[in-house]
């Protein structure tokens, strides 16, 4: 049982380029989410997915795009990579209600 | 846009001495959770409150709920080094059970 895990763990992209970030869980849980982490704001949510096939903006959708193909995977895209969107990004799952959220390990990525 | 503020924002103490961490919104929020984050590692929860007023206990930990469900506090009886991290509080809201996290507390305890 590897929980919520993330790939990859590190990225340095250039100004333009894009990339997926994979996050992936193995405990059937319906909720996922991806937040953004930058020093001196917490967390913020970009992008969440409430089951298979949906997702919904969150609180910094803009630069980004999602897909919930599959239960256990939730994509986060950055199409047109930008110096703003250096961050370490955090996928979470929740079974739902009052459960606790699990977060993976995170992604650093730095935009030049 | 919903905001959580915390304070301090960094506290340096010695093994021993207790703490207090703060967290405030002039939000409702239908539970509140308290996560520690480590060094290069995604946040941990540590504990969900739900109902105002409410207090809970992990062991040398003491957790507290607002009576009107916008505040919480976080109480550390004899700090150790183990306690050291980020610890962040988060409220929770809609169908969806998103969060809205604090702008984080960075605790170091020395010896």
């Known amino acids: 049982n590897a929980g919520v895990t993330q790939t990859p763990k590190f990225r340095v992209l250039k100004t333009g380029q894009s990339m997926t970030l994979l996050c992936a869980q193995d405990?059937?849980?319906?909720?996922m989410y991806w937040y953004r982490q930058d020093p001196g704001m917490g967390l913020r949510l970009i992008h969440y997915?409430?089951?298979?096939?949906?997702?919904a903006k969150g609180e910094v959708p803009d630069g980004y795009n999602v897909s919930r193909l599959k239960k256990q995977n939730f994509l986060l895209g950055l199409e047109s990579a930008a110096p703003s969107q250096t961050s370490v990004y955090f996928c979470?799952?929740?079974?739902?209600?009052?459960?606790?959220?699990?977060f993976g390990p995170g992604t650093r990525l730095t935009v030049t | 846009t919903q905001l959580l503020e915390q304070s301090p924002q960094f506290l340096s103490i010695q093994e021993g001495e207790n703490l207090t961490v703060y967290c405030n919104s002039s939000?409702?929020?239908?539970?509140l959770q308290w996560y520690r984050q480590e060094p290069g590692e995604g946040p941990v929860l540590l504990v969900t409150v739900v109902t105002g007023g409410e207090v809970k206990k992990l062991k040398r930990l003491t957790f507290q709920f607002g009576d009107a469900r916008k505040d919480s506090s976080l109480h550390i009886t004899a700090a150790q080094p183990g306690d050291t991290g980020l610890y962040l509080c988060?409220?929770?809201?809609?169908?969806?059970?998103?969060?809205?996290f604090g702008t984080g507390t960075r605790l170091q305890v020395t010896l």
């Open positions: 405990m059937n849980h319906e909720y």
């Open positions: 997915s409430v089951g298979e096939g949906t997702t």
């Open positions: 979470a799952s929740r079974k739902g209600g009052f459960g606790s959220s699990y």
């Open positions: 939000s409702v929020f239908s539970s």
């Open positions: 988060a409220g929770v809201t809609g169908t969806a059970s998103k969060l809205t």
